[in-house]
């Protein structure tokens, strides 16, 4: 997925996992509420990013990935 072309809002999920190690990703309409919903399953934090907004960031985060348990991947950054 290539992030730094889209322009439409996306989320970025972010926390740490129960060793204290960092994890975010970025997901992208039509995923935002979903993710949303995942984040807070998880104990996760999210925050909608408008388009324009910290593009820097956001192309460097790796792509989340939403499962049917309705929790989500959320790579170590």
Same mark, same amino acid.
């Given at each position: 997925?290539?992030?730094?072309?889209?322009?439409?809002?996306?989320?970025?999920? %972010?926390?740490?996992?129960?060793?204290?190690?960092?994890?975010?990703?970025?997901? &992208?309409?039509?995923?935002?509420?979903?993710?949303?919903?995942?984040?807070? &399953?998880?104990?996760?934090?999210?925050?909608?990013?408008?388009?324009?907004?910290?593009?820097?960031?956001?192309?460097?985060?790796?792509?989340?990935? &939403? %499962?049917?348990?309705?929790?989500? %991947?959320?790579? %170590?950054?």
């Amino acid at each position: 997925m290539n992030v730094a072309s889209e322009t439409t809002r996306s989320l970025i999920v %972010f926390g740490r996992d129960e060793t204290r190690k960092p994890h975010a990703s970025v997901f &992208l309409l039509p995923q935002v509420e979903a993710a949303e919903s995942a984040a807070r &399953l998880m104990g996760m934090h999210s925050h909608r990013v408008e388009p324009g907004e910290a593009p820097e960031i956001v192309m460097r985060l790796p792509a989340g990935k &939403l %499962f049917d348990s309705g929790k989500a %991947f959320v790579p %170590f950054v």
